[in-house]
C-alpha cells in the first residue's frame, strides 16, 4: 500500500468517525441517518451526471451491493435495539475486517503477505478491545449475535463493493452511482415509516439540517474513498484501515465527550496502531 493511498484511507476513517460521533449526539438516531444517507444521495447527483451510468456488467456487483446493505441495516437495527452502541459498535467494525481476511483468504481473492496479516489481526483485536468487556458479552448475548451477523454482512458488501470497483472501467462511475441508490433506498424506508409524524420531520430537518449536511459529506467522503482505495490496494487491507475510525472516535470521545481513557481502552489503542504500521509495512 503506497504512503498516498495509506493516507487517503485514514482520512476515509476520520470522516467515518465523525458521521458515527454525530449520529451517536443526535435525539433521533435512525431519522439522523436516513437524512444523512438522502443528502448523500443528493450530493452524488452532480457526480452521476459528471461520471455517467456504469457499464452493464458491473450492475451485478451494485445490486448485490445494495441488497447487503439493506440486510446491513437490519442486523445493525437489531444490535443496536438489544444492546449499547459501545458494545456492538467495536464488534461490528472490529470482527468485519477479521472476517473479510477469512473469506478472501479461503478463496483466494488476494494473496497477503505475512506482515499484513498480523496487522489486520492486531488492528482488529484492537477494535474489539477498544469497546468490550466479558461480562457485557455474557449478558447481551442477542445483541452480540446481531453485532457479528452485521460484521459479516459489512465484510460480504466489502468485498462485493471491491470487486465491482475492480471490474468497473470507470470507478468514479461505480461510486457515483452506489451513494446515489444507496442513500435513497435506507432513507425512503425510513422516511416511508415516519410519514404520520411529518410535523416533527420537517421540525427536525429545520434544526438539524448542519449536523445531518456534515454527516451527508462525511460518510459520502468516507465511502467513496475506500472504494476507490479498493482498486488501488488490497480489499482487505484497505477494509482493515479504514476502521481505525473507531480509533478516532474514542480520541473525539475523550477530547469533546470527556469520556474516560481505561487501561483496557489504552491497550485497544496500542494494538490498533501496531496493526497499521503492520499493514504499511506491506
Known amino acids: 500500500m503506497t504512503i498516498g493511498v495509506f493516507t487517503l ?13 454525530i449520529i451517536k449526539l443526535s435525539p433521533d438516531k435512525s431519522l439522523e441517518t436516513s437524512l444523512m444517507n438522502l443528502s448523500g444521495s443528493l450530493i452524488a447527483i452532480p457526480a452521476v451526471l459528471y461520471f455517467g451510468i456504469p457499464e452493464s456488467e458491473v450492475w451485478i456487483f451494485l445490486l448485490g451491493s445494495l441488497i447487503l446493505h439493506i440486510a446491513y441495516y437490519y442486523s445493525l437495527s437489531g444490535a443496536y435495539q438489544w444492546g449499547d452502541m459501545s458494545l456492538t459498535y467495536p ?22 503477505l505475512l506482515s499484513s496479516i498480523i496487522g489486520v489481526c492486531l488492528l482488529c483485536s484492537g477494535i474489539v478491545f477498544l469497546g468490550i468487556d466479558s461480562a457485557r458479552v455474557l449478558n447481551h448475548k442477542k445483541a452480540i449475535l446481531f453485532a457479528l451477523l452485521n460484521a459479516l454482512v459489512i465484510a460480504l458488501y466489502t468485498i462485493v463493493d ?46 438539524r439540517w448542519p449536523y445531518f449536511s456534515l454527516g451527508a459529506i462525511a460518510t459520502t467522503g ?9 482498486s488501488e490496494a488490497p480489499i482487505s487491507l484497505v477494509s482493515a484501515l479504514r476502521e481505525v475510525s473507531v480509533l478516532f472516535a474514542v480520541f473525539i470521545a475523550w477530547l469533546y465527550l470527556k469520556e474516560k481513557l481505561s487501561k483496557q481502552r489504552i491497550a485497544g489503542v496500542v494494538l490498533v496502531l501496531l496493526g497499521s504500521f503492520f499493514i504499511k509495512a506491506m
Open 162 to 207: 471491491g470487486l465491482g470497483v475492480r471490474a468497473s472501467h470507470d470507478v468514479f462511475a461505480y461510486i457515483a452511482m452506489f451513494i446515489f441508490i444507496d442513500g435513497i433506498i435506507y432513507s425512503s424506508f425510513v422516511i416511508y415509516r415516519r410519514q404520520k409524524s411529518s410535523q416533527h420531520l420537517k421540525q427536525y430537518m429545520i434544526n
Open 222 to 230: 468516507s465511502y467513496g474513498i475506500a472504494l476507490w482505495a479498493m
Open 91 to 112: 464488534i461490528m467494525r472490529g470482527m468485519a475486517p477479521f472476517f473479510l481476511l477469512l473469506i478472501t483468504s479461503i478463496f483466494a481473492f488476494e494473496p497477503l
Open 9 to 21: 484511507v485514514l482520512i476515509a476513517a476520520l470522516c467515518h468517525a465523525i458521521w458515527n460521533t
